[in-house]
């Protein structure tokens, strides 16, 4: 029975830890609602520009997930499309887009992709009118 009991108490721990390792707690910044971690993407992400980077996905359109973001506190909207948009938050990038190719597979997706990165040190800032500082 006790070791049932220290079983249990491991998984709950590492599902605890497993879950709070996301944009929302690293970085500050809330996740939209449903989107679903894409661990490929976002490793993909981290690997190729040095950075450490978060992506989600969702069905929902560029246009929502764009206006979610901007209600959000601390936010500085950049601008968008039909098709993407950019928000920044300090050093944190929020760009969402649809479509979106995979990069592994080179399949061009038709959900929308959130990725929320932090710029690595030396990265260019920029204002809300994408205009570099």
């Not at 661990?39 to 992400?45: F, G, L, M, P, R």
């Not at 950019?86 to 038709?110: A, E, H, N, R, V």
């Amino acid at each position: 029975m006790k070791n049932k009991i220290k079983v249990v108490i491991i998984l709950i721990l590492f599902l605890l830890s497993a879950s709070g390792s996301g944009a929302e707690d690293k970085f500050g910044v809330k996740v939209y609602a449903g989107a679903k971690l894409d661990k490929d993407t976002s490793t993909w992400i981290s690997e190729s520009f040095s950075s450490e980077a978060f992506c989600y996905r969702t069905s929902d359109s560029v246009e929502k997930v764009v206006e979610f973001y901007k209600k959000e506190p601390g936010m500085n909207f950049v601008g968008s499309t039909k098709e993407g948009g950019m928000i920044k938050k300090d050093k944190i990038d929020i760009t969402i887009q649809s479509p979106w190719q995979d990069m592994k597979t080179g399949q061009l997706m038709k959900d929308t992709l959130i990725s929320i990165v932090r710029q690595s040190e030396g990265s260019q800032t920029y204002d809300e009118g994408g205009e570099e500082k």
